[in-house]
């Protein structure tokens, strides 16, 4: 009788998933939405650890002004009142009845757990600060700033009776853009298969801490830098902030390293967008670009050397080049496609649970659109838990750059050679002790076993 119950009960769960993948997706007029473009961030063994991004503010946040600020928020952007639903190892985007509300806590919430709703985007607040949480499935770091900056907006207005809207930021009442919604890994791209495209090595430098940490804890270091300063020393050495702290940290490396037998990469976080013509995608659209330093390059001056790197990277954006390494991209979703299970489609991912990009990573999430409201922001930071090594995450506003160093080691050896090259440069910044941190990983899925640290 016992079994006949436990049939039933899940035939009647399954028959609501299948009512659910059919009847709703990012949006409610969207349908058999399944995951594509977020497929690698769904199947490590212990789940994906939430990226988040720091707001904080010349003032205690306000619980009331950032209950009203949400309230209004997320009238705007359906697809992240959203949760995920499982059926045969692949997952799918429905609408999700359960309130997405901020809450007022040190501790960041798994993501997909009941206790947020099965949300995959959470909004908590402490002291001064607004922390956004967000599932890499879902969106990456492009896909979830106009939400934080309609949030910011909001805030502000309720908090600091701010009323200029900063040109660009989305409003509740606001309809989506084309496009916004669709994932731009469902097919594939024509591109011109005779033009000859760059090629570069991923056999790079790596530095010792490079490897799997049995450290369950990760740690961060904070630069706020000039924005004065900093754009100052880019616009006379024709770089870009994205190619100036790579060369700089490069630069730090080699110091540390004076003995470095292959070029030092920095591994770009770049976004595809424009050349897979989706514009306005809120989706996964992201590949990695590499800027090698080498000897040779060593010996130029700043300005050569981000000159050429301007032509590295001009390459690497390539229309053509971006839609090939797309294609790539989609071998891989492909495959997975082809499994029928969630455990195969683990195993087959559980190589990157391991894959390591040598030298370190950087990503440049861009400016913010803050207006007016930027005198009440003092620093935003972005970072997450639970990848090897040493990475970069970057956020400008409007008077700084807020850089986050974030590694799988307690050393600050790397932030102290970057800030030396910061003061060689005469640029202005400050510079945190190192912070023990650990975002929690997701709960979409039981896990046999939870990470050390980590909560069921």
Known sequence: MGNVFHEFYDTLKQNEKDLLIRTSGSTSKDKNERIRSGQSYLYKKQGMESEVIEIRFDKKVSGSALTSALALTKKRYPYFRTKLVEKDGDFYIVQNRGVLSSRRTKKLSKLGHISVGKHLIDVTYHGNTIFVSFHHALCDGRGVMPFVETLVYYYCRQQYKTKKVPEGVRLRNDPLLPGETFDPFMQGYEFDENKEFISLSRDAFAIPENKPSEDSTDYRCEFKVSHTDFMRVCKENNATPVILVSLLMSKAIAEIYPDYDKPINANIATDMREALDCPNTYKNCVKSMILPYSRELSQKTLKMQATEQREILKAQRDRDYCRKEANAMLGLFNKLDSLPSFEEKQKIMSYFDSFLLNTYVVSYLGQ?????????????????????????????????????????????????????????????????????????????????????????
Request: hydrophobic share 35%; net charge positive.
């Open 368 to 456: 913010f659109k803050l207006g007016e409201n930027a005198e009440h922001v003092r620093e935003m930071y972005f970072y997450n838990s639970g990848a090897a090594g040493l990475g970069i995450n970057m956020i400008a506003c409007e008077s700084s750059f807020c850089i986050e160093f974030k590694q799988s080691f307690a050393s600050n050896r790397y932030a102290r050679a970057f800030s030396a090259q910061l003061d060689k440069l005469g640029i202005g910044h400050t510079m945190s002790e190192m912070i023990p941190f650990l975002t929690p990983t997701d709960s979409i899925m039981k896990r046999k076993k939870s990470r050390k640290g980590d909560e069921k």
